[in-house]
């Protein structure tokens, strides 16, 4: 099991042989500005015509993050669709939406494809000769996104604002989810040290942890389960995002030894509670709250919260899920898996580019 090693945290050399994945974290903000400024052309001749689709279908890359936003608030049935193909029942009056992107998805790319043969409504976020972009171009009035980035969420943030502007979703407000996210980058900058950074804080906790991440909405826990993928990505050891049914069992942990030797017997890795509040009231989320921390503190269990209830629905998920990332970043640096010459990947040490959770 690697050591964690908190000095690697303000470590000038550590920190710069990981510079590429914390300048990636860095300029999430700027990637959704990109892409809605690629995308400006398109998004100015969308607008609400009176006809709404029957349904909605979402495939392909985050299509769960399209229904977390839309489901609550969508005035026409939806689906989320994370297989190939689409449901049987789609057809001329539906309305698909795939978001692809430049790496292979044989699922949206079949999605797309399926969406082109039955003549459904077509939206598509992804780069212009991307395998999603040549299968939806049989379809004269579908509406592509070009897509500047490899980035789910940048994408995803230009299809819900398309979907705003034809009154099928929220307000999106893309310039607000940027700036939050420039000020996730600013706070947990690697130029600030442990003491004034929040990432290199959280990072801290988990050093010896295993993590629980619980969001008691849709969207806080959509965001837990893309923290998680971080963070498993980063140490190597299991992390679970679950409902608070799932989590109280697991925080049934058994008293410490405050006797134990570690130089003898190195100590179990106990859960470390992370829970991430969007500022939703709801009771029954207070409810599940306050049973996870009870329990938590009845077993020793340590409880972090990463608090954003400013902006709206995908400024708040955006903030979250970007700071549960910059910790896993750093958790990944203190245990020398990231910056170092061992990691794997040639191209891009340590942010697979296939890998969803970046």
């Known amino acids: 099991m690697s050591i964690f090693d908190d000095t690697r945290l303000d470590d000038p050399a ?15 903000g700027a990637r959704i500005r990109a892409e809605l400024e690629a995308s400006a052309d ?34 026409v049935p939806f689906l989320a669709w994370p297989g190939p193909g689409l449901p049987g029942w789609a057809g001329p009056l539906d309305l698909v939406i795939v978001l692809g992107g430049a790496a292979e998805d044989t699922d949206a ?56 502007q034809m009154e099928l979703g929220p307000e999106v407000d893309h310039k607000a989810v940027a700036a939050l996210l420039d000020d996730v980058a600013i706070e947990s900058s690697p130029n600030n ?32 389960r893309r923290v998680v993928e971080a963070l498993r990505l980063a140490s190597g050891r299991p992390a679970l995002a679950a409902d608070a049914g799932h989590l109280l069992p697991v925080l049934n942990q058994p008293p410490r030894d405050l006797f134990a030797d570690p130089f003898d017997k190195p100590a179990e890795l106990r859960p470390a509670l992370i829970i991430l ?13 306050r049973k996870l921390e009870s329990k938590a503190q009845a077993h020793d269990v340590r409880v972090h919260t990463i608090t954003q209830a400013n902006g709206t629905d995908v400024a708040r998920y955006a903030a979250l899920t970007q700071q ?30 296939e890998d969803p959770a970046w």
């Not at 550590?14 to 300029?27: E, G, I, P, T």
């Not at 909605?56 to 489901?71: I, K, M, S, T």
């Not at 459904?120 to 500047?148: F, K, N, T, W, Y």
């Open 193 to 224: 040290d442990v003491s004034s950074n929040p990432a290199k804080d959280l990072a801290l906790v988990l050093a010896d942890a295993l993590p629980l991440v619980w969001g008691g909405s849709v969207l806080a826990a959509r965001a837990a």
């Open 14 to 28: 550590a920190l710069a042989a990981a510079d590429h994945l914390l300048r990636r974290l860095a300029m999430a």
């Open 277 to 289: 509040d969007d500022g939703i009231e709801e009771a029954g989320v207070a409810e599940h709250r």
């Open 42 to 75: 398109v998004l100015s001749t969308v607008e609400s015509d009176g006809f709404r689709p029957r349904a909605v279908v979402a495939a392909g890359r985050d299509a769960r993050l399209v229904r977390a936003v839309l489901e609550p608030v969508c005035p």
């Open 109 to 164: 790319v079949s999605a797309a494809g399926e969406a082109v043969r039955r003549g459904c409504g077509l939206m598509v976020a992804a780069p212009e000769d991307s395998p999603v972009a040549i299968a939806s171009a049989g379809l004269r009035h579908a509406i592509r996104l070009p897509s500047q980035s490899d980035d789910q969420l940048a994408a995803a943030v230009a299809v819900l604002q398309a979907l705003h």
């Open 324 to 353: 549960g990332r910059y910790a896993a970043a750093y958790l990944g640096i203190g245990l020398g898996r990231y910056g170092t010459a061992t990691v794997d990947d040639p191209a891009e040490p340590g942010i697979p580019s």
